[in-house]
């Protein structure tokens, strides 16, 4: 995977609302206020740095211990587990309410972007990072990724909330959960081909 995957990457989890965004329209609408919107932004966005970093430093951490080639090799059996799980099953991730405080969302989004395998797809890249840079390397690679999911998530909440709201989002909505699992499934294959 190379630095335009990474970027991509964090694209697509901007663009998916259980990353985020539609969280933060929905506080933003709730409370009828644009600054709850915004405020909720890089709070999220932390949260999902946070899951994606200790995906980075558990890599960097056994690199030294692990070969690339089984860490390949479990990772991408991990990824094709976890994606096939997330697809065959019919359980939605939930929150108990929309009143969060700040730090509240930013636990909520760390465990969401956990449970979504938000740094489980870029497990190839890490692994491909040189050992003596494992971990500030995956780090950085972790840093970039988050901020094009946060430039993604912020563009697409502020559009929803200025000028869609949530009339669009009932007309338009489709199953964001089914294509994430499916590219981690996909992201996983390409692991396993990869280590072979």
Request: proline fraction near 2%; glycine fraction near 12%; charge should be positive.
């Amino acid at each position: 995977m190379t630095i335009a995957a990474v970027i991509l990457l964090g694209a697509f989890h901007g663009l998916n609302p259980a990353m985020g965004w539609l969280f933060a329209v929905a506080r933003g609408l709730q409370e009828r206020s644009r600054d709850q919107l915004l405020q909720s932004l890089p709070v999220i966005a932390a949260g999902h740095l946070a899951s994606v970093a200790l995906v980075a430093l558990v890599v960097g951490a056994t690199g030294s211990l692990v070969t690339g080639t089984v860490l390949s090799v479990a990772g991408g059996v991990l990824l094709v587990g976890f994606g096939l799980w997330r697809l065959l099953s019919k359980r939605h991730f939930r929150w108990v309410g929309m009143r969060l405080s700040l730090p509240q969302l930013a636990a909520w989004s760390f465990l969401m972007s956990s449970a979504h395998g938000a740094g489980l797809m870029l497990i190839p890249v890490f692994t491909g990072l040189h050992r003596g840079h494992a971990i500030s390397g995956g780090l950085g690679v972790a840093a970039l990724h988050t901020l094009a999911m946060f430039a993604v998530a912020g563009t697409v909440a502020v559009v929803v909330y200025e000028v869609a709201g949530l009339t669009f989002l009932r007309r338009a909505w489709f199953n964001v959960d089914r294509m994430w699992a499916a590219a981690l499934v996909g992201a996983g294959i390409i692991t396993l081909a990869q280590a072979a």
